[in-house]
């Protein structure tokens, strides 16, 4: 059952593509998330990427589906409230969870999280997509939360994706499908109405596919900044293969085993299981 009003923060994250939701898990999902977080940092995967180069100060670390390798992040993905509450906000009958993202920033990185949107990397289509951006430190603007541009997922822009770290080599693949490239905001910032949020550790943000979003680094010197994004499908969505989506990225696809999904099809498989259903 769930504890929040929806309504308003339905209302909220329709209008604005960003919405905060306060205590949005529990302290038990907390305490042993936070375990579950640094046991993954002393122990990356093969598919972590550390933005961070090694002769910098600072760590700036991402790794994606860890809920196939440890059983806290899976239960938390699948039994939390979040997969719920996805249901709720995207009114749908049943919900698949996609992939969980780790994006942790240590005191003292300067890499920043450039600004983007998501549905661009990913392989699905479809408007029942959801992500939520947990917090399990303090956030603030010093330690790099990330910002949301306000209304931006109804701008009906399909950007080329940016990548976080090194080039991907995919800017004459994209070029060849006709993606614009994201504008220079940072070099206009008061043209945008830029969200962001203090949070408190189990607060989450949720955002839409098309929202753009971004982050500085973490300049604090003694908070961390360990966040992790789930997001979650539900049930308009399908397989979209078109080229140069994170899904043809040649470490993800060594974590994954061999995809029987072709497009158009529904994401239903062991990869992307559902994990709640209306009753
Ligand atoms: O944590 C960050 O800096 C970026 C988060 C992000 O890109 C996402 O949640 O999709």
Do not use: C
Not at 14 to 25: D, F, K, P, Q, T
Not at 189 to 209: E, F, N, Q, R, T
Not at 250 to 272: A, Q, R, T, W, Y
Request: proline share 5%.
């Amino acid at each position: 059952m769930i504890k929040f009003d929806l309504k308003n923060i339905k209302a909220e994250y329709e209008l604005n593509g960003a919405v905060v939701i306060r205590n949005a898990i529990s302290q038990k999902w907390l305490d042993d998330m936070q375990r579950a977080i640094d046991y993954i940092l002393e122990n990356p995967g093969s598919a972590s990427i550390e933005y961070t180069p090694s002769n910098k100060k600072g760590r700036y670390y991402g790794d994606f589906f860890i809920w196939m390798r440890n059983s806290t992040f899976k239960s938390f993905a699948f039994n939390s409230n979040l997969p719920e509450i996805a249901a709720k906000l995207l009114n749908s009958k049943k919900i698949n969870f996609f992939y969980d993202q780790l994006l942790v920033k240590e005191p003292n990185t300067s890499e920043i999280t450039p600004w983007h949107h998501d549905l661009p990397y990913w392989p699905i289509s479809g408007q029942k997509i959801i992500s939520f951006w947990v917090a399990f430190d303090e956030v603030n603007e010093d330690s790099g939360a990330v910002k949301y541009i306000k209304g931006s997922h109804k701008w009906n822009k399909f950007y080329a994706p940016t990548t976080f770290g090194k080039s991907s080599g995919n800017v004459d693949l994209y070029n060849k499908m006709g993606l614009e490239t994201i504008p220079d905001i940072n070099a206009n910032l008061d043209d945008y109405d830029i969200l962001s949020w203090d949070l408190k550790p189990g607060d989450a943000i949720i955002h839409h596919p098309l929202t753009i979003h971004g982050s500085s680094g973490n300049k604090s010197l003694k908070t961390r900044r360990r966040g992790l994004a789930l997001r979650y499908i539900g049930d308009d969505v399908i397989w979209d293969d078109r080229p140069g989506t994170f899904i043809n990225n040649e470490k993800i696809k060594s974590i994954l085993p061999n995809l029987d999904i072709k497009g158009g099809d529904s994401l239903d498989s062991e990869v992307f299981p559902k994990v709640w259903e209306s009753k």
